[in-house]
């Protein structure tokens, strides 16, 4: 059974940095991809970045390119999110996804693609 645990959220002032992780288990494929979505109060969740186990191919969306930073450590089986320059607009529920297997294509996935889904991890950005 695969299983997402997101840790790292909290309380940051607007300009700061915080780092999310998921640690991944259960994969029985060494191909997955590990996506991080977001959804803030009254907004629907969107994606955020993603990153394939195979080649470290990544994705942004376009509100975080340049400030956010998606890496992995496959001997762990973890996932990082750096989150840096964070802006109040980046309060949200954060959540990670896995696809186990290979993608082919473009990485911008949405939320249906994903077949797991971590709890979730409250980052808070005040101003």
């Known amino acids: 059974e695969v299983q997402l645990v997101e840790s790292g959220g909290g309380l940051v002032q607007a300009g700061g940095s915080r780092r999310l992780s998921c640690a991944a288990s259960?994969?029985?494929?060494?191909?997955?991809?590990i996506g991080w979505f977001r959804q803030a109060p009254g907004k629907e969740r969107e994606g955020v970045s993603c990153?394939?186990?195979?080649?470290?191919?990544?994705f942004y969306a376009d509100s975080v390119k340049g400030r956010f930073t998606v890496s992995s450590d496959n001997a762990k089986k973890m996932v990082y999110l750096q989150m840096n320059n964070l802006k109040p607009e980046d309060t949200a529920v954060y959540y990670c996804?896995?696809?186990?297997?290979?993608?082919?294509?473009?990485?911008?996935?949405?939320?249906?693609?994903?077949?797991?889904w971590g709890q979730g991890t409250q980052v808070t950005v005040s101003s």
């Open positions: 259960g994969f029985t494929l060494d191909d997955y991809v």
């Open positions: 990153i394939t186990s195979s080649h470290g191919n990544t």
């Open positions: 996804a896995g696809i186990e297997g290979v993608v082919a294509g473009h990485l911008d996935l949405p939320e249906s693609e994903y077949d797991y």
